[in-house]
């Protein structure tokens, strides 16, 4: 099976990750699609609105309510992990646990653009398969080129968890992007 793995805080899921999703479920190969919801990312810090039980629970609800529970499968994975939390050691781990499936990553342009912070990030790219979706301000298919991944022709939804926080914290009504 191909199974896209789509890795992410989601600190909040909103409209523009389930976007995502509806286009690699409705015009990809993929025979199956996860949602790795990340406890802790290194990158990031531990700055989050809730803790990763919360947003856990959050991302399972928001998938229902969007219609997509029997076609998306939210995954704890990483919560069993040992930190820190690398996505290349949770790659290799998923590969280990499931050799008989075919993982693809899934990220958005603007973690293409770092992701020579990311940890082995040589190795990453060497060892799987990354489709990237486009986000504002990136050239997916100029850094798709540059590190050997393929862009995704997936609708650009300008909007962030962080843009969301942000705003919210400051009063304003957000709740439209929210599931």
């Known amino acids: 099976m191909n199974i896209g793995l789509y890795f992410g805080s989601f600190n909040p899921l909103h409209i523009g990750h389930i976007a995502i999703c509806r286009y690699l479920l409705d015009s990809s190969d993929l025979d199956e699609l996860r949602l790795i919801v990340s406890p802790l990312?290194?990158?990031?810090?531990?700055?989050?609105?809730?803790?990763?039980?919360?947003?856990?629970?959050?991302?399972?609800?928001?998938?229902?309510?969007?219609?997509?529970?029997?076609?998306?499968?939210?995954?704890?994975?990483e919560?069993?992990?040992?930190?820190?939390?690398?996505?290349?050691?949770?790659?290799?781990?998923?590969?280990?646990?499931?050799?008989?499936?075919?993982?693809?990553?899934?990220?958005?342009?603007?973690?293409?653009?770092?992701?020579?912070?990311?940890h082995k990030w040589e190795e990453l790219l060497v060892e799987n398969s990354i489709w990237v979706y486009p986000r504002s301000g990136y050239d997916a298919e100029a850094l798709c080129q540059r590190y050997g991944c393929k862009a995704l022709s997936a609708p650009l939804i300008d909007i962030s968890s962080t843009q969301i926080r942000e705003a919210e914290s400051s009063g304003t009504d957000m709740s439209s992007y929210r599931l």
Do not use: C, H, M, Q
């Open 41 to 77: 990312n290194p990158l990031k810090g531990g700055e989050y609105a809730f803790t990763a039980k919360a947003r856990l629970d959050y991302v399972t609800a928001a998938v229902k309510r969007a219609g997509l529970e029997n076609r998306l499968v939210v995954s704890d994975f």
């Open 79 to 118: 919560f069993s992990l040992p930190k820190p939390l690398y996505t290349i050691n949770t790659l290799r781990k998923i590969k280990e646990a499931e050799p008989e499936n075919n993982f693809i990553l899934i990220i958005g342009a603007d973690n293409l653009a770092i992701i020579e912070k990311w």
